[in-house]
């Protein structure tokens, strides 16, 4: 069949179908107990667990519910998340790896729980989770995980083959996780929560938070919602309280694709452990077996053409299992803190008020259900064996230290390689649809052409800590290769910890005749592609 044809759908999966629930924007100054920020997993989870301790709760949402990183993700709830209780063992201790398993665990035993409650219709599958490797040295690695689980009491085998046509040298099981549809079951518990007396904004941006008698969070439209307590479940921590988050995380970007399959669909979830990595997975759209096929992770601004990712995965399904359709696809941004450990719980030291949680590695919905259970201990005063492991202010010197020069270094470089970047391409060059740095007026800005050939020039200088952003052609955004801000073609943010827009510098007609120039009126709702 002929491949990198154009994909009749660019959303994910799991919104085709959706009557998502949809709530006002905050209009005035309010007042609650606690204020949640982030309507993804986290948030809603949290939002739900305090309302179910009889907590006062407010949830803000900047954009839409579930529209963020969980409405994107491949929706394993499972504890094995790649290559990590040996690592862990190794830097954090034996009892610390048994925990983190444990957290994990107990998060899928939430889920299950609540779907069980509420007799939630979510496609709740329990199967296997694998590892596999295709080289000597990956299973090595995986010999080396094996023995790991061996000393933690995790149930898993050891194997050498996979029921699908990859060769293999080495195959590491883990049993009883399981699989869903993240939104049926998030958009369940929304339900729930606003039966509690939960209360919901979209399109209400928080901004800042004022730490007074009260706590204030502050949003993009001017108003205040005081409360006593602050939760940011927002991604990237929306408030930073001196915490330097930006310097202790770092982004990247991943990608998937939903096909319908010529070969059989194997059961169980997959992921490999040699590069480029692969995560494999069942699902159901129309009662029709479909298989995700994800990977091609790279740091934010920092991969190649962005469109060969998706290439690069349809090229791996073709041969692996035959493409029968193709229906959809879709990318995500994930945070990694310094020693792959979340962090959980105040922001700093000696804070009671203000909490986040963020850094899941690509591990959101045990994660982040894990991180509502620490999170509501904490408000309501319950001692946690999993607070210490995951408490945002630890610092374990090795490897914490190692990866913190080391993406600091990473950073510096992208700063002054973007400075001095020469560009030559003039936007002339540019065809609707497309966009790329180019030479205006002497200097580097970014050009992009819409679907109505109108021409939006940007200054590329990110305005978090300066860096120069690059074109990101696969979602047609803006992205910075230093701490992961992402905005629109039209400037606006997506990601922070960016908070405010690129500066235009033009807008132009078809014709390439000035509309409009720096200074004037800007719509900065305008839809991003």
């Known amino acids: 069949m002929e491949h990198h044809q154009k994909w009749t759908r660019p959303e994910p999966l799991w919104r085709e179908d959706m009557a998502l629930p949809t709530f006002e924007t905050l209009k005035e100054d309010s007042a609650t107990e606690v204020v949640v920020v982030g309507g993804g997993i986290t948030g809603i989870t949290t939002a739900y667990l305090l309302a179910k301790e009889g907590k006062q709760v407010t949830l803000l949402e900047a954009d839409q519910l579930l529209n963020g990183t969980t409405g994107h993700t491949t929706a394993k709830v499972t504890a094995q998340h790649g290559l990590i209780y040996h690592e862990i063992m190794k830097h954090f201790g034996e009892e610390e790896a048994a925990l983190y398993y444990q957290a994990q665990m107990t998060a899928l035993q939430k889920v299950e729980e609540l779907i069980n409650k509420y007799e939630i219709d979510c496609d709740w599958t329990k199967e296997d989770a694998y590892l596999f490797a295709t080289t000597n040295i990956g299973a090595q690695k995986l010999e080396k995980e094996y023995e790991a689980y061996q000393t933690l009491g995790i149930e898993g085998e050891l194997g050498e083959t996979l029921p699908f046509s ?69 991604h990237f921590p929306f408030y930073d309280g001196k915490g330097l988050y930006f310097s202790r995380m770092y982004a990247e970007r991943s990608y998937l694709l939903a096909i319908e399959p010529e070969k059989e669909v194997p059961e169980g979830m997959y992921l490999s452990v040699d590069e480029p990595k692969r995560s494999i997975r069942t699902a159901h759209y129309n009662g029709t077996p479909l298989l995700l096929i994800g990977g091609e992770s790279h740091k934010t601004g920092q991969g190649v053409d962005t469109s060969f990712h998706y290439n690069a995965l349809e090229e791996f399904a073709a041969e692996t299992f035959g493409i029968k359709k193709k229906l959809f696809q879709w990318s995500a941004q994930d945070l990694t803190t310094l020693d792959k450990v979340p962090y959980i719980g105040p922001i700093t030291r000696n804070n009671d008020r203000v909490f986040i949680a963020t850094g899941f590695r690509k591990w959101g919905m045990t994660n982040g259900t894990l991180a509502a259970q620490l999170i509501c201990d904490y408000v309501t005063g319950e001692d946690s064996l999993f607070h210490e492991l995951f ?27 973007g400075k001095l970047e020469l560009v030559s391409d003039r936007p002339k060059h540019l065809k609707k649809g497309e966009g790329m740095v180019v ?21 590329t200088t990110c305005t978090h800590m300066g860096c120069e952003v690059e074109w990101n052609s696969a979602e047609h955004t803006w992205d910075c290769p230093c701490h992961g801000s992402r905005f629109s073609f039209n400037g606006s943010v997506v990601e922070g910890p960016a908070e405010q ?24 709702n305008q839809e991003s592609f």
């Open 166 to 234: 990859i060769e293999t040298t080495r195959s590491l099981s883990m049993k009883n996780q399981a699989r869903f549809h993240p939104l049926k079951y998030l958009s369940a518990l929304v339900e729930e929560f606003t039966k509690l007396g939960g209360e919901i904004y979209e399109h209400t941006k928080a901004t800042d938070v004022q730490e007074k008698d009260k706590v204030e969070v502050m949003t993009g439209d001017g108003f205040t919602v005081a409360c006593e307590k602050v939760i940011s479940c927002s």
């Open 391 to 417: 408490k945002p202010t630890r610092f374990k010197s090795d490897p914490s230290m190692k990866h913190f020069l080391s993406q600091n270094f990473d950073v510096a470089t992208h700063l002054v390689e």
């Open 439 to 459: 030479q205006w007026k002497g200097e580097r800005a970014g050009a992009y052409r819409d679907e109505e050939g109108k021409l939006h020039v940007l200054d």
């Open 501 to 524: 827009p690129l500066m235009k510098i033009a807008i132009q007609d078809k014709n390439d005749a000035p509309i409009q120039n720096a200074g004037d009126d800007y719509d900065e």
